[in-house]
């Protein structure tokens, strides 16, 4: 086929989360996702720690979370396909956000947001927190909110459940990569394919993570995403920890157990844009290490033993996700595209996109404030005194 319903540019977790809600609101819609690299060698899924948290300022991201963990926990039963259930090895350990003295109000207040969306959360001042876990230094800690319901997943399990329900429900996988969309007839009704063919679809949806701006550049539509290098590291100690959650503060520090130790990395937010892999193997060493053995002094012996890099897809206006369409100039062609918690919000930012294409609007979560519209209003809509 070269004429589809929906074509979906971008096969990784977002374009393939799409499709499969595309199916399940409407059965008999055609769907196609274009992906050039079945490998997922460089995806950003495959290269993140797999948390899931809903300590959020936002109401629709506390939603999504709610949501998306709540799919998560049932993965095994909503992505089986033919009697074979996907293993995503879900882990409910818990996050631990962690804030300074001076981030103690805001925190209180993100807290009772959270709580009026029926997040449980455990707030604690540095003395319940040292009661909690023995292991950390408290010292320069206003208050600490420990939400136990969250946790982590094996993001290579989310990915393939995700593509092997997406191909079982009919959606065609097409290994090739989308150079551009023709604008050409004044209605974008065309992708052009690397490979020198093209799609037709009456609707275009832009999941391609970091690379989406590339997508749409061909039709004037300016997304403020840029490539954001972020590295990831295995690393264990030889001194005893009691169990931890995801433990998470403002300075971008963020790791939790894995096996017999740990991964995370503590990610500079200076780092320059671009298409970066490479990995810089004195990091860990440099500005990791220092960040752990202060907030842990059992990671003072800390061994490092693999360290790889990833991309945010950093939304640069706001850091939050756009999720919508461009109403007045090109409405069927949708973005799900500038995650930096791209795996924990993709069930229900699939969802929404799939209710947006099938119903013309958001039917569960009204993500409206997570759209287009602001960016070219250039109205920023910010998490507060969160990550």
Not at 135 to 152: E, H, M, Q
Not at 241 to 253: A, H, M, N, S, T
Request: charged share 20%; with cysteine.
């Amino acid at each position: 086929m070269t004429s589809y319903d929906v074509c979906i540019i971008g096969g990784g977790i977002m374009g393939l989360s799409t499709a499969v809600f595309l199916k399940r609101l409407d059965p008999a819609i055609s769907v196609c996702v274009v992906e050039p690299d079945p490998s997922y060698e460089f995806s950003s899924t495959l290269r993140a720690s797999g948390g899931a948290r809903r300590l959020f300022s936002g109401p629709e991201n506390i939603a999504m979370s709610n949501f998306s963990i709540d799919f998560l926990t049932r993965f095994d039963v909503e992505m089986a396909v033919d009697g074979e259930a996907p293993a995503i090895d879900w882990q409910e350990q818990g996050y631990l956000f962690l804030v300074p003295p001076t981030g103690v109000a805001l925190l209180e207040a993100n807290t009772r947001t959270q709580r009026s969306l029926g997040v449980e959360v455990i707030l604690m001042d540095p003395s319940a927190l040292k009661r909690r876990f023995p292991s950390i230094n408290a010292d320069d800690v206003g208050a600490a909110a420990l939400s136990p319901r969250d946790g982590w997943c094996d993001p290579n399990g989310v990915l393939q459940g995700f593509l092997r329900k997406a191909r079982a429900t009919g959606a065609a996988i097409i290994r090739d990569r989308v150079a551009g969309l023709d604008a050409s007839s004044g209605v974008v009704r065309s992708a052009t394919l690397a490979s020198g063919g093209s799609l037709d679809a009456d609707t275009f949806v832009v999941a391609a993570g970091a690379w989406s701006p590339q997508v749409v550049a061909s039709i004037g539509m300016p997304l403020p995403i840029t490539p954001m290098r972020r590295f990831e590291h295995y690393f264990t100690t030889r001194t005893p920890i009691e169990p931890l959650p995801f433990v998470k503060d403002l300075d971008r520090l963020a790791f939790r157990p894995e096996g017999a130790g740990y991964t995370g990395s503590l990610v500079n937010s200076d780092e320059p844009r671009g298409f970066n892999f490479d990995v810089d193997h004195g990091y860990f060493e440099n500005t990791v290490w220092p960040a752990l053995a202060h907030r842990f002094p059992a990671f003072e012996a800390t061994k490092c033993h693999r360290s790889w890099s990833g991309l945010y897809e950093q939304c640069e206006l706001d850091g939050n996700a756009i999720i919508g369409n461009w109403r007045e100039r090109h409405p069927n062609v949708y973005v799900i595209a500038g995650f930096g918690h791209g795996l924990m919000h993709a069930p229900a930012a699939g969802r929404g996109i799939a209710e947006m294409i099938v119903h013309g609007a958001f039917q569960t979560i009204d993500l409206t404030r997570l759209g287009y519209d602001r960016v070219l209003n250039n109205t920023p809509y910010r998490e507060l005194g969160i990550l």
